[in-house]
């Protein structure tokens, strides 16, 4: 189990190992940033986009959270980390492309599959069932079919990423990006148990990378 006194540790071996003999790159990416790819991922411990990609400092811009949602456009102000990340990465940075990336074995989809915490209050469990909620209609459709299962699970999760990508759209800056040919969206699933990315093809299918 890694405690803060272990992440010091890596610091420490971080600043003596990669960070100097990279250090020009460093000293550039100090100056600022200019990652062509956003990647919106879940908050999970074992779903490190930087780790499943390979990708270095400085490649991608990156927004997690519970289940990898995105909630669609609300111009009525308050409180929106997702969509400020959103706003700053496509107005700002200008990135190219948006990845979606939802995971298998997905707490926070396990809990909308589940409705385990549908009378929970803000602060135990309520937070994350607002959020969550997100995928209400998702878990309807996905529940019909399948139940609530394991496969249902797996339906699920590859849900969330196309409800993402639909709310995605709903941000008049990232259509106008998608008209003028400059933005894309993609949607992939990675799976913990054998390793494999699933990318989503044509808004339906999602097939192994």
Not at 65 to 93: I, Q, R, W, Y
Not at 115 to 132: C, M, R, Y
Not at 163 to 175: C, E, H, M, R
Not at 193 to 207: I, P, Q, Y
Request: net charge negative.
């Amino acid at each position: 189990m890694t405690h803060f006194s272990d992440l010091v540790d890596g610091y420490y071996r971080f600043r003596g190992g990669e960070w100097l003999e990279e250090r020009e790159r460093w000293s550039e990416l100090a100056t600022g940033q200019s990652p062509k790819v956003m990647i919106i991922a879940c908050s999970d411990s074992r779903v490190d986009p930087a780790t499943i990609f390979g990708s270095r400092p400085g490649e991608v811009f990156v927004v997690r959270n519970v289940a990898a949602l995105v909630p669609p456009f609300d111009a009525s102000g308050g409180l929106h980390g997702v969509s400020a990340a959103l706003e700053f990465a496509v107005t700002k940075l200008q990135v190219e492309e948006i990845l979606v990336l939802g995971h298998g074995a997905c707490g926070g989809v396990n809990a909308a599959l589940t409705q385990s915490l549908a009378d929970a209050k803000p602060g135990e469990g309520g937070f994350v069932a607002e959020w969550i909620g997100l995928l209400d209609d998702a878990r309807e459709k996905v529940v019909s079919e399948h139940g609530v299962s394991e496969a249902g699970q797996t339906a699920l999760e590859q849900e969330g990423v196309r409800v993402s990508i639909a709310n995605l759209k709903t941000f008049p800056f990232v259509q106008k990006a998608l008209d003028d040919g400059t933005l894309s969206i993609h949607g992939a699933v990675f799976a913990l148990a054998d390793g494999k990315l699933r990318v989503l093809e044509d808004g339906d299918s999602f097939v192994p990378a």
